[in-house]
């Protein structure tokens, strides 16, 4: 072990002169709060914003106050449904007993702005209702012959940040760990090979089984180390971000800690094998990135899956399948706070397996005669 251990400080040394490597690892750092404070300020700019309102006719009494405090503008047009598609937001015609709305479905904001004058309609009609029934001296607790009591199983506040959370954090994870490895892998595999230093390695007495450990042992790291400081500087944004409507900021729950740093650490030396076995078949430093990056898409693709699929109630066959079971147990354990150890269970086989034959597969090509020609 003493030859792993020797060509694993010699790698972390060469990924620490490397700057592509290193710059790679302080843009994860930048661009994480970065791209968060931008949702956040979308989010908080989407709940405050204010929409126009294309109207014709007479508007009910009192429904021009209600629409106006929930951000609502009214503008008088001419013709409704011609100003909605460009004009205005939404477009409303006023007609005795009736309310005609025209909005664009590919837009955006006509959906908010619907969903708006949808909940202010409903609740415009229902105090008219009640103040038609109590001026006939009728109670209008008759409209609502069963109420509703809502018991909250957990804080509201707490759930919206868990989703929050449970919509970035795995893909985050996955994707700073994918990236921060590739380029230390790639460089210690056929940029070696380029640059002929790979040839005095392997002619040395030390197994080619030690000397791949400690390869992959050094790109585990660095991609490790790329995580943590795109994940530690998100959590430090995190601390000055709030979500719209609320003043707490978003935290991490208890359980999900640990899980994170297991599946982080399984997730990384499947990564690292695979990505060194890669770049092994390459020649030089760009044919590997040739080869390495379609690997990128393909991983990426399940954590993308899940981030638009968020009620996604998979089955125990699901945490069979690599990258995609990691999400599902992290998305689990930040939402729900807690853990199915069956899950994880069959998550870690199924990664452990992933590695180890990332690993047979990266030593049968790291033996081979044709490493020592150009």
């Known amino acids: 072990m003493n030859a792993?251990?020797?060509?694993?400080?010699?790698?972390?040394?060469?990924?620490?002169?490397?700057?592509?490597?290193?710059?790679?690892?302080?843009?994860?750092?930048?661009?994480?709060?970065?791209?968060?404070?931008?949702?956040?300020?979308?989010?908080?700019?989407?709940?405050?914003?204010?929409?126009?309102?294309?109207?014709?006719?007479?508007?009910?009494?009192?429904?021009?106050?209600?629409?106006?405090?929930?951000?609502?503008?009214?503008?008088?047009?001419?013709?409704?449904?011609?100003?909605?598609?460009?004009?205005?937001?939404?477009g409303v015609a006023f007609l005795p007993g009736e309310i005609d709305e025209y909005y664009d479905p590919t837009r955006q904001s006509a959906q908010i702005a619907d969903v708006r004058l949808q909940t202010i309609l409903g609740q415009y009609d229902a105090a008219q209702a009640a103040a038609a029934l109590k001026n006939s001296g009728i109670d209008p607790g008759i409209l609502t012959p069963i109420k509703l009591v809502g018991h909250p199983l957990s804080s509201p506040v707490q759930a919206a940040s868990n989703a929050f959370l449970s919509f970035f954090l795995p893909y985050i994870l996955i994707t700073m760990i994918l990236t921060g490895g590739f380029s230390a892998a790639l460089d210690s595999s056929a940029g070696e090979r380029e640059r002929r230093t790979l040839e005095s390695l392997l002619l040395t007495p030390a197994p080619r089984s030690r000397l791949l450990l400690g390869k992959i042992?050094?790109?585990?790291?660095?991609?490790?180390?790329?995580?943590?400081?795109?994940?530690?500087?998100?959590?430090?944004?995190?601390?000055?971000?709030?979500?719209?409507?609320?003043?707490?900021?978003?935290?991490?729950?208890?359980a999900a800690v640990p899980v994170m740093v297991w599946l982080a650490l399984l997730i990384a030396f499947s990564f690292s094998s695979v990505s060194l076995a890669l770049g092994t078949l390459a020649k030089n430093f760009r044919q590997g990135q040739a080869y390495v990056t379609p690997l990128y898409f393909i991983t990426i693709l399940p954590a993308s899956i899940i981030l638009f699929i968020p009620d996604f109630n998979p089955n125990l066959a699901y945490y069979l399948i690599p990258i995609l079971n990691a999400v599902l147990v992290l998305r689990d354990a930040i939402v729900h706070n807690s853990v199915s150890w069956m899950a994880l269970t069959v998550t870690s086989l199924s990664l452990l397996a992933t590695g180890a034959l990332s690993w047979f597969a990266a030593l049968r090509l790291f033996t081979r005669e044709a490493l020592l020609t150009k």
Do not use: C, N
């Open 4 to 90: 792993a251990w020797i060509v694993f400080q010699k790698e972390l040394m060469e990924v620490l002169r490397d700057r592509r490597t290193m710059m790679a690892i302080g843009l994860a750092a930048l661009a994480t709060p970065l791209v968060l404070f931008v949702i956040s300020e979308v989010s908080t700019q989407t709940a405050t914003q204010t929409y126009t309102v294309g109207y014709s006719g007479e508007i009910p009494t009192g429904l021009a106050i209600l629409l106006q405090a929930t951000g609502l503008k009214l503008k008088a047009v001419a013709d409704p449904a011609a100003a909605a598609v460009k004009q205005v937001d939404l």
């Open 217 to 254: 042992g050094a790109i585990t790291v660095v991609s490790l180390a790329a995580a943590v400081v795109a994940i530690g500087s998100m959590f430090v944004a995190l601390t000055q971000i709030s979500l719209p409507g609320s003043s707490s900021h978003i935290t991490l729950s208890p």
